[in-house]
């Protein structure tokens, strides 16, 4: 059996490939792009960051205090430096430890001055990252290439998670996969697939993309097993309007070769309570497939 080939990209549409060799300075670290990486990084990755920045910077100053034997009032060890060095960071005070001597004040001098920064700093990216409006998009686990309304079609399925209103929603799909020309140069190339419906007006419910596999499609006549050895992807892009908060909303998507499934269909979300007569959008069946029904049989030509 041959070794699994990595996929270029996770279903969020993150590049999963290792980036090597780059130039000094390029990249998004937070030595070379701070804002970047702040903005960008996980919740966690940034509130474990901050908290070991003001525990390190901390130690360093309880360290200061503690070797240089300053005067601190009920001071007695470097555990109350540490506190008092937490106090004074964060511009609390207590009153309980406070300092005694020249040494003493000029550290809560500079700690003070790097509390109000680092404040602010810790401020400011939180109001950024909880500002910046998203949007809450569920896609269907696996993409279908099927059979729909007497065509072989590609299709997805979306539904908006929230109870807003997403105004003229709009998606666009792409294929890529790795192609060799007739000179031989490997590249990866990029396809634009076009949508039986593109945007619409109002999105609040679910929403089947689909995209029709003519002649012109580079879909036409695919098979699990090219789509595998040309490492496709189906990217997928959504934008569009917040209606209550009067901001785009955009997310993205990918469906690897693995997440594409032949001749099945999406069950059934849209259902009826019967008890109450009201319809409703079941998410529970969401990602399920179906066998397809077997295409009718073509009527006999008219005689002559």
């Known amino acids: 059996m041959a070794p699994k080939v990595q996929p270029m990209f996770d279903a969020r549409g993150r590049l999963l ?37 003001f525990v390190g910077a901390n130690l360093v100053f309880a360290g200061v205090l503690w070797a240089a034997h300053a005067s601190v009032t ?6 109350d430096y540490f506190w008092f060095s937490v106090q004074s960071l964060a511009t609390i005070g207590y009153g309980v430890l406070s300092p005694d001597d020249t040494l003493s004040n000029a550290v809560v001098t500079i700690e003070s001055f790097l509390g109000f920064g680092y404040t602010a700093l810790v401020t400011g990216v939180f109001f950024a990252r909880f500002s910046t409006p998203s949007a809450r998009i569920i896609f269907s686990r696996v993409a279908i290439i099927g059979e729909h309304d007497g065509q072989r079609v590609l299709m997805f399925r979306v539904a908006n998670a929230r109870i807003t209103a997403v105004v003229e929603a709009s998606i666009r799909v792409y294929m890529t996969r790795d192609e060799v020309t007739t ?44 789509l595998h050895t040309s490492l496709a992807n189906i990217i997928v892009t959504f934008q569009g309007i917040d209606d209550r908060l009067a901001a785009t909303v955009h997310t993205r998507h990918s469906y690897n070769a693995d997440d594409l499934e032949f001749d099945r269909r999406f069950a059934d979300v849209l259902k009826k309570d019967d008890v109450k007569g009201v319809r409703y959008l079941d998410f529970a069946p969401f990602h399920d497939t179906e066998p397809a029904p077997p295409m009718p049989a073509s009527p006999p030509p008219p005689a002559i």
């Not at 300075?25 to 908290?51: E, M, P, Q, V």
């Not at 590249?187 to 007006?201: G, S």
């Open 17 to 53: 490939l290792e980036r090597r060799n780059l130039p000094p300075g390029a990249g998004s670290s937070l030595a070379n792009d701070a804002y970047h990486f702040l903005r960008s990084s996980s919740w966690r990755s940034i509130t474990l960051l901050f908290a070991a920045l």
């Open 74 to 79: 009920n001071a007695h060890g470097f555990l």
């Open 183 to 226: 000179t031989g140069e490997r590249l990866r190339r990029i396809y634009d697939l076009a949508l039986r419906r593109a945007v619409t007006p109002v999105f609040n419910l679910s929403w089947v993309v689909y995209h029709p596999i003519d002649a012109d499609s580079p879909l036409y006549g695919v098979t699990p097993e090219n």
